[in-house]
Structures are given as C-alpha cells and as structure tokens.
C-alpha cells in the first residue's frame, strides 16, 4: 500500500474564498472531532499524495463538514447547498468523476452533521465512500462495506503511566450525558451498583482516575453510536465494553475486536455484570494485554507513524479502492 497507494486531491488555492474549509488547518487539530482535521492534515503531508490524476486509485473531496458548520457563511442550514454546488463544480471542471458518477471519491467527516449533509446529492450517499464517525447500520446514510468508521479520537500526548496497575478495582465504569433510551437503562439498572459505576453530569474524580481504576470501560450509545469513549478506554488501557447495535466499529476490515473487547447487544444491559463476570481472570489479562497492543492504532500523530490511525484509515481506504481503469482520454 505504502508504495503504490495514490490519492489525488481536487486542488485549491489559499485565497480560495473557501480555503478555511478546503485547505487543512494550521493549528494543531483537538477536541471531539479532531479525527476529522488530523486525516486531512496527514493526508496533505503524505507519500500518498499525486499531482497527476491519471496514476490516481481515488479522488478525496477535501471539505470538512466540522468547519462548514462553524462557517458564518454557511452553517448547519448551508451545508447540504454547499456540498451539491461543490460537487457540481467539480463535475463540470474534471471528468474525474463523471467518469464513475463518484465511485472512486471519499470524503472524510467526523461530525454527526455528515449523515445528513448529502441529502441534496445522493450520488454522495450512494457511490462515494464515506469515511465517517457516524457509522451505524441504522442510518440510511452509512452503506457497510462501501463506506467506513473513522474513530473518534481525543487527542491526547504521552502515554499514561501504571496501565497494568493493581488498582483497578472497579468492574466498570460509564460517565456521561444521559441522552439516549439506551444510556436510560444503563442508569436505571446500574446507578446503584457498587460494582459497575454508571455517573450522569459532572464527575468528582478526574476522569483519567476513573479509566486507569476500572478494568472495564463502558461505550455506550448516546445521541450517536459513537463517541471517543472506545479510543478514551484504550488510551488508559482499560478494557472497551461497547453496547451499541449496528455499529460498525473502526477498523472492523483489520482488527478482531472480540480480541480486545466485549460487545453486549443493548437488549443485555441487565445481564452487564453476569456477562463481566463469566470473564476468567486469565480472559481479562488476555484482553488488556491485546488493549495495550492495539493503542497504536487509535492514536493521531502531527507527522503519522506507520500503523498510527491515520495508516489504518488509508489501508482501510486501500481495501476500497476500485481495481477498475478508466483510459486517460475517458
């Protein structure tokens, strides 16, 4: 892949009256949905790049759905009018994509925004692939095994200290808002457990404490399927417990995620701590060990290390690309 994966971005310039949301940032990307920033960011500054279209495997359209919804000019209303004049730019300038009716384009959005934001250009939806956060089988928008999970990663520096530490003495622990049927019910079976420690609003302790102390870590569906829980619980090398139906978790084409976590339908919430229980001491220490193997992969760098998320998003990418050649005079 590293040697002959090529990806050819629709060019702009920066006086581009729309640079902010074409162009990659020039901070350092944080928060809820720096995945989204730190893909383009590494993409930009990668072998992977050509200038030359017709060596390309696929075509990126480089718009980030996170900074047309902060853009004064366009916000959330703006967004599905912004994408379908953008792509009917690039169909009437290159003939790059009517070529394949955008089979051979991604975009990449971390933004729950994103599943919503091609209504007005359903060739987006169908034929392009989209490497998106939101990646739920539910969602009409997302199309399993065309399209893929980007992680939702907090970016975070230096790795955590005692990740095999003997304090973990909690089963499990959950903190978040409580915005969904299935947080619901994880709060009105587990808020009183001694065991399984579900907390709603702000928490007492620092958050980092409550990771490194508990051997299991909840992700649980909220407003979303997914938040950056899973990447938290990985990072401090506690072990996921991901209760959320059709999610189609990151990675799912590379990693076995049965070696390194546990997936409980929402149906077994009753059942968490039975089914926590049942795992052997020898069964939890094989999946941590495979946590603190895996971290690599949920983790962004400024200047991408090989196996890091960014090369996981692009293998992923790899997998998708078409084996199809169109002539150069198409």
């Not at 953008?86 to 955008?102: A, E, F, L, M």
């Not at 620092?206 to 992700?219: I, M, N, T, V, W």
């Not at 076995?256 to 069964?283: A, G, H, R």
């Not at 760098?301 to 002539?327: Q, T």
């Amino acid at each position: 892949m590293k040697k002959s994966f090529k990806i050819y971005v629709y060019p702009h310039k920066k006086n581009d009256p729309f640079a902010n949301i074409l162009l990659p940032v020039n901070f350092e990307p944080s928060g809820n949905y720096a995945s989204e920033s730190y893909f383009k960011k590494s993409l930009f500054n990668s072998q992977f790049i050509t200038k030359n279209p017709k060596e390309a495997d696929l075509f990126f359209l480089p718009f980030s759905i996170a900074r047309l919804r902060h853009d004064t000019r366009i916000g959330v209303e703006g967004i599905q009018n912004f994408i379908r004049d953008y792509i009917t730019n690039v169909s009437q300038k290159y003939p790059y994509w009517n070529r394949s009716d955008g089979g051979d384009h991604f975009y990449v959005a971390c933004h729950s925004i994103g599943k919503s934001a091609m209504e007005k250009t359903s060739e987006v939806k169908f034929n392009v692939i989209q490497v998106v956060c939101s990646s739920s089988y539910f969602v009409a928008a997302y199309i399993a095994h065309k399209d893929a999970c980007l992680p939702q990663i907090w970016p975070r520096k230096d790795n955590p200290p005692n990740l095999f530490s003997p304090k973990r003495k909690k089963l499990a622990f959950f903190a978040g808002g409580i915005n969904s049927p299935v947080r619901e019910k994880l709060l009105q079976v587990w808020r009183n457990d001694t065991e399984i420690f579900v907390h709603y609003g702000r928490l007492k302790t620092p958050y980092a404490d409550e990771l490194l102390g508990s051997k299991f870590c909840l992700h649980v569906k909220g407003f979303e399927v997914n938040t950056a829980r899973i990447a938290d619980s990985l990072y401090y090398g506690c072990v996921p417990v991901v209760i959320a139906n059709y999610y189609d978790l990151p990675f799912n084409d590379i990693l076995d995620w049965k070696t390194f976590s546990v997936i409980v339908p929402t149906m077994d919430i009753p059942l968490l701590k039975e089914i926590l229980k049942n795992i052997s001491y020898d069964e939890y220490l094989r999946l941590q060990s495979n946590v603190l193997k895996v971290r690599k992969h949920f983790q962004w760098h400024l200047k991408p290390i090989d196996y890091d998320a960014f090369h996981m998003v692009m293998y992923e990418l790899w997998l998708r690309r078409s084996f199809l050649r169109f002539p150069e005079n198409y």
